[in-house]
């Protein structure tokens, strides 16, 4: 594709809104404390595009990031519109996701109490305590090895390979994965896993004995969650309310 057309489909009506809603996830989970410095990575694939995606670029908080910051990546990892750089470890990790866990939203994150799950014996979150984690019984996946950074295709591959069919990827010693096929649903789990997982390390904390539900209980908490998803979708249409874009 040629610069002209990349930047034609950049401006497309259907990836500008596309945009939009990427950025509008960037600074809600900036609100929300789910950011770290200038990490971490958001992005979805572009309808159509074989291995395209979009992509918050390098070098900005997610808090400041509006649409036109937003980059489009290709299968290789190439930045072929936008006016940022791209950071090599979002490319290994987002371009393998969307490719081998078929994810089209894929949105990585260290934020603090699903991290902090990922460093115990555990290594993610028991999803029969709080009702918040029973939502995701099921649709956890764990990948307790940790490699270094992932700075080559391989580690890419295997991180997208050990998310397999889940829609939640705990990464060992490192952050989490949250995947699905509309931003604002994905955003949504990814607000509710950090709530859940709050609430595991607050009652680990106090040594006082837990109370786990039922598996089959759990089990259909995530069928209810799953079965009626209006809920995230407001929840998004209020924080396009209350955090619009400042530039």
Not at 236 to 241: I, N, V
Request: hydrophobic share 45%.
């Amino acid at each position: 594709m040629t610069s002209t057309s990349a930047q034609q489909l950049f401006d497309s009506a259907e990836v500008s809104a596309l945009r939009h809603d990427l950025a509008l996830a960037l600074r809600a989970a900036a609100h929300h404390g789910l950011g770290e410095g200038i990490c971490n990575h958001f992005s979805v694939a572009i309808p159509g595009e074989q291995g395209w995606f979009l992509l918050n670029p390098r070098g900005l908080m997610w808090s400041e990031v509006a649409a036109a910051d937003i980059v489009i990546v290709d299968a290789r990892g190439e930045r072929i519109a936008g006016r940022h750089d791209v950071e090599p470890t979002a490319m290994f990790i987002h371009a393998a996701i969307h490719r081998i866990a078929k994810k089209r939203c894929v949105l990585h994150s260290h934020m603090p109490y699903a991290t902090a799950l990922t460093l115990t014996g555990q290594c993610g979150l028991d999803t029969t305590l709080s009702q918040n984690a029973m939502r995701f019984h099921g649709r956890v996946a764990l990948d307790r090895k940790y490699n270094g950074l992932a700075l080559d295709a391989r580690e890419g591959e295997r991180i997208g390979h050990a998310m397999a069919e889940k829609n939640v990827l705990f990464l060992g010693n490192h952050g989490v994965v949250v995947g699905g096929e509309r931003i604002d649903h994905a955003y949504d789990d990814l607000y509710y896993l950090e709530r859940a997982c709050a609430a595991e390390v607050l009652a680990r904390s106090t040594g006082l004995g837990l109370s786990p539900v039922d598996a089959d209980v759990a089990a259909r908490v995530a069928r209810q969650v799953q079965q009626e998803r209006l809920q995230s979708e407001l929840f998004f249409a209020a924080l396009r309310r209350s955090l619009p874009e400042t530039r």
